[in-house]
T-cell receptor, first 113, second 115 residues
Framework: AQSVTQPDIHITVSEGASLELRCNYS??????LFWYVQSPGQGLQLLLK??????LVQGIKGFEAEFKRSQSSFNLRKPSVHWSDAAEYFC???????????FGSGTKLNVKP | EAGVAQSPRYKIIEKRQSVAFWCNPI?????LYWYQQILGQGPKLLIQ????????DSQLPKDRFSAERLKGVDSTLKIQPAKLEDSAVYLC?????????????FGPGTRLTVL
């Protein structure tokens, strides 16, 4: 069965520090992978997606993610975090038919000044 | 381009009452989704429409939840009667149809509190 695991519930980093959010998935075929961000009171906004090709994908707001098939991972990174990055981040896998997404439970990012 | 619209943004009801949420997807998007997001969890798909037909409602509690998408455009999700555990944010999303996986665009959600 398809599933997504985000092992870190909360992460706190200092402004300007680097960030890595972990995501592991379970899916038998080639996955379609996504990272979304949710600010308080807002819907989800797509940061980046991986369908095929280059395993390092660039997204909006300076984020990038690397697909590692051998580790079933799709970790999100940012070299220098800004206070405005404080939000909740969700990893998702597209699986099966009809564009169905499975979401992880999310990682809440706090940014210290 | 206008985004996905949802209303109301907030709703407080007592258990056993009924409630309805409305969603208007991005123009031209054939696929519409309703998700339930309980506090501390990721969104869980309740129902997915392709035009005005249901393609997946496997996780919709059909004894109390219903949804429709008349004319293949906007959609309504209803809960009747509500239970305490229905307290959550209800997200609507839409995407273009087609092969492969397409980005889902999300509305701001409706936060439901059941007392």
């Amino acid at each position: 069965a398809q599933s997504v695991t985000q092992p870190d519930i909360h992460i706190t980093v200092s402004e300007g520090a680097s960030l890595e959010l972990r995501c592991n998935y379970s899916y038998g075929a080639t996955p379609y992978l996504f990272w979304y961000v949710q600010s308080p009171g807002q819907g989800l906004q797509l940061l980046l997606k991986y369908f095929s090709g280059d395993t390092l994908v660039q997204g909006i707001k300076g984020f990038e993610a690397e697909f590692k098939r051998s580790q079933s991972s799709f970790n999100l990174r940012k070299p220098s975090v800004h206070w405005s990055d404080a939000a909740e981040y969700f990893c998702a896998v597209g699986a099966g038919n009809f564009n169905k997404f499975y979401f992880g439970s999310g990682t809440k990012l706090n940014v210290k000044p | 381009e206008a985004g996905v619209a949802q209303s109301p943004r907030y709703k407080i009801i007592e258990k056993r009452q009924s409630v309805a949420f409305w969603c208007n997807p991005i123009s031209g998007h054939a696929t519409l989704y309703w998700y339930q997001q309980i506090l501390g969890q990721g969104p869980k798909l309740l129902i997915q429409f392709q035009n005005n037909g249901v393609v997946d409602d496997s996780q919709l509690p059909k004894d109390r939840f219903s949804a429709e998408r008349l004319k293949g455009v906007d959609s309504t999700l209803k809960i009747q009667p509500a239970k305490l555990e229905d307290s959550a944010v209800y997200l609507c999303a839409s995407s273009q149809a087609g092969t492969g996986y397409n980005e889902q665009f999300f509305g701001p959600g409706t936060r439901l509190t059941v007392l």
